[in-house]
C-alpha cells in the first residue's frame, strides 16, 4: 500500500526530559509496510542517520497523491546496509489521512 513512496519524518516528543527536540525534517523512502507488525521499514536520504534518535516519538508522512498518510510511532532500529540508512519505525498510532491540495 505505502511501498516506494516517498516520506517525512520528524521529532514530536523526546521520551526523555533531557533530551533536546529535533526540528528537522528527514526524507525517506518507504521500503516495506508490515500492517500486522504495525511498522514501517524506511530509507533514509542523507547521512543523518545519528541524528535520529531511540528515546523519541516521530511523526511519519506518507506522500500519496493528493493526500498525506499519517501516523506516529518510535523507531527501534536504525542501520546501514547495501540499500542506505534503514530505519524500522514502529507505529504506535494508526494512519489517517490529511487533504494536501
Known amino acids: 500500500m505505502y511501498t516506494k513512496r516517498r516520506a517525512k519524518l520528524q521529532m514530536q516528543k523526546p521520551l526523555l526530559g533531557n533530551l533536546e527536540l529535533d526540528s528537522n525534517v528527514y526524507s525517506c523512502e518507504v521500503l516495506e509496510y508490515d500492517e500486522v507488525n504495525a511498522n514501517i521499514l524506511l530509507c533514509l536520504d542523507g547521512r543523518e542517520i545519528q541524528s535520529l534518535i531511540l528515546d523519541a516519538f516521530y511523526d511519519c508522512r506518507i506522500l500519496l497523491e493528493e493526500k498525506e498518510a499519517c501516523c506516529t510511532g518510535v523507531i527501534r532500529e536504525r542501520y546501514m546496509d ?12 494508526g494512519f489517517y489521512e490529511i487533504n494536501i491540495k
Open 82 to 93: 547495501q540499500k542506505g540508512y534503514m530505519l524500522r519505525l514502529d507505529i504506535e498510532s
